[in-house]
């Protein structure tokens, strides 16, 4: 069974920083897709940020563009997110997802059914 791990969570003032983690112990390829997603009380799932290892590429959602980056570690099986310039709307769980193997044009896209394995999450809470 696929295990998945985020870390880093916590609280931060506005304007802060932090920085997840995430391992999962999935087979990974060239054509894994991982991505974090997230979920604040009473909103829908939101896809943040994916990224297809085979080439490096990544995708965001706009409210995060040029705060947040995503990277990777194929061989170390982890995925990171350095999240700055926080904001109290970034208040959240936040959950990593994978896909062992995937198309980039499906896993850019940041569909959260196109992801076959999920963590708990960790808490993102962000006060003004």
């Known amino acids: 069974q696929v295990q998945v791990a985020e870390s880093g969570g916590g609280s931060v003032q506005a304007g802060g920083s932090l920085r997840l983690s995430c391992t999962a112990s999935?087979?990974?390829?060239?054509?894994?897709?991982m991505g974090w997603f997230r979920q604040a009380p009473g909103k829908e799932r939101e896809a943040i940020a994916t990224l297809y290892f085979g080439d490096g590429r990544a995708s965001y959602v706009d409210s995060v563009k040029g705060r947040f980056t995503i990277s990777g570690d194929a061989a170390k099986k982890s995925l990171y997110l350095e999240m700055n310039n926080l904001t109290v709307e970034d208040t959240a769980m936040y959950y990593c997802?994978?896909?062992?193997?995937?198309?980039?044009?499906?896993?850019?896209?940041?569909?959260?059914?196109?992801?076959?394995?999920w963590g708990q999450g960790t808490q993102v809470t962000v006060s003004s």
């Open positions: 999935m087979n990974t390829y060239r054509s894994t897709c």
């Open positions: 997802a994978g896909r062992s193997r995937g198309s980039d044009y499906e896993c850019l896209g940041r569909k959260a059914e196109y992801m076959h394995y």
